[in-house]
């Protein structure tokens, strides 16, 4: 038998500083309750809300849009969806077109590879990474590699949050500087990253690349008060809905350094085959290959109005209140000898935290159970949450401890015959975790819901796949 938690109290209708939000869920989010599903994957995409719906269809319904190259009726009516969804953004986060550019792009990665393959990267203009960051972001390294410029890495601690960066920051400034690259909030523990490094960094002279994919959907970020001079983010994570698209925001300033490696339709002012030249436009369309997805774009303005008539900082202390009363919750399940039925990965306090958070359910000797066990019953059971990596190894070497000479022995052995489980067979440790992540739509009926299917896997317990049995290594 595993000892049960208490549920919490039923919730009160209107729970965060007098906001309904039962209110919010019936009338946006109502087909979670219509299709009994506890949605809990909010660090993998937002839920969008039917009243997004019915005002994009509303827009298409009444409007006629044409390519916006070019300058007819059709045309300026999607330049002004464009343009009103450039605002929109420069309003959420904060800063106006006198100082920022919003650059459309199709997500997040694609935001991050227009800074990789345009910065100056060379043998003194290195790349600095968190080892807490997603694939998207490490992938910048390929493009540093290939100028010739040094790579650094800022280490986790423990709780998987930045350990003593500043060290780090001073020795790559001696070697001339270059890019940081981080998350504001971890998409793997739901560490809030210390955004006074933004600064600091610059102040070395360093320019910042800030990944807020995870954070601004739980926090409102400014970039006025945090300076980062590109952020990138897609616009799914944040309201759900459009999909295919994301941004790079960028001080106009930073923007001047950065040079494009090619042009493309809607980029140029002119291009010529004759005289074999071309010039870029200088803003934001100077970033924008192709034409950019007028229509999703006419959808952002209702995805915002959702998030204004929450409000950040309620939907912030919303967010709060759930995790403070999940995260001591699910620390405190016991297996039967009294023994920790899990194990979290980061911090096990509501400190500088959003509303994430990973962790593996411990089998009867208290190894780590696969996470896919897990992600199979809370699939059953009708929960969304995530089971495996979520694209950011760094996060996952440090939180289950693997030690990098293993690992480069063990990558470079399943090269060709690579799975999750040869490799956790060969490190003899666990490679993947369960995620679950909160959102506008939560309730407390979902986490009562999750907490009863962990106590609910006493069956699992005694699985004695082993998975994690250390294997010998030539
Ligand atoms: C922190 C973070 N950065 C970047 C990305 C990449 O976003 P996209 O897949 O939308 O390009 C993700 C996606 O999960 C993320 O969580």
Not at 146 to 161: F, K, M
Not at 261 to 277: E, M
Not at 347 to 365: E, I, K
Request: net charge neutral; with cysteine.
């Amino acid at each position: 038998m595993l000892t049960a938690t208490p549920p919490r109290q039923a919730p009160t209708a209107s729970d965060s500083a007098g906001f309904d939000f039962a209110a919010l869920r019936r009338r946006e989010f109502g087909r979670l309750d219509g299709q009994g599903h506890a949605y809990l994957d909010y660090a993998g995409s937002a839920l969008y809300g039917s009243s997004q719906l019915r005002a994009h269809l509303q827009l298409l319904e009444d409007g006629i849009f044409g390519n916006p190259h070019s300058e007819s009726r059709c045309s300026r009516a999607s330049t002004e969806i464009i343009e009103r969804a450039r605002d929109a953004v420069l309003h959420f986060l904060d800063v106006d077109a006198s100082t920022h550019l919003v650059c459309f792009t199709a997500n997040c990665s694609a935001a991050i590879k227009l800074v990789a393959e345009s910065y100056p990267f060379d043998a003194r203009c290195g790349l600095l990474l968190s080892a807490d960051n997603h694939n998207s972001v490490n992938g910048i390294r390929e493009y540093a590699g290939r100028a010739g410029a040094p790579l650094h890495i800022l280490p986790l601690d423990s709780e998987l949050r930045l350990d003593h960066p500043e060290r780090v920051l001073q020795a790559a400034a001696q070697r001339g500087g270059g890019l940081l690259a981080l998350p504001a909030q971890s998409n793997f523990s739901g560490v809030r990253h210390s955004l006074s490094l933004v600064s600091h960094a610059q102040v070395l002279g360093f320019d910042v690349l800030l990944d807020i994919a995870a954070h601004a959907p739980g926090k409102a970020i400014s970039l006025r008060q945090c300076p980062a001079d590109f952020a990138v983010l897609s616009f799914y994570k944040l309201f759900g809905y459009p999909t295919g698209i994301g941004a790079l925001v960028m001080r106009r300033e930073a923007g001047r350094r950065l040079r494009r490696p090619w042009f493309a339709g809607g980029t140029v002012q002119f291009a010529s085959v004759g005289a074999n030249l071309h010039r870029l436009h200088s803003g934001s369309e100077g970033f924008e290959d192709g034409t950019p997805d007028f229509l999703g774009l006419a959808a952002l303005p209702a995805g915002f109005a959702l998030l204004d008539e929450v409000g950040m900082p309620r939907l912030s202390d919303r967010l709060a209140g759930l995790m403070s009363d999940l995260l001591p919750r699910l620390q405190q399940l016991r297996q039967a000898d009294g023994s920790p039925l899990l194990r979290l990965y980061g911090p096990s306090t509501l400190q500088d935290r959003g509303a994430t958070v990973a962790f593996n359910l411990l089998d009867r000797n208290g190894q780590p159970l696969p996470y896919a066990l897990i992600e199979a019953a809370a699939r059953d059971a009708g929960i969304s949450l995530r089971g495996g990596c979520f694209c950011n190894p760094g996060a996952s070497e440090a939180a289950f401890a693997i030690a990098p000479e293993r690992l480069t022995r063990c990558l470079s052995r399943l090269r060709e015959s690579f799975s999750p489980a040869r490799l956790a067979a060969c490190a003899g440790s666990a490679v993947g975790a369960v995620r679950v992540s909160l959102g506008m739509a939560t309730n407390q009926a979902d986490l009562d819901r999750l907490l009863a299917l962990l106590e609910s896997l006493e069956h699992c317990l005694d699985d004695t796949r082993s998975q994690y049995v250390e294997l010998p290594l030539q």
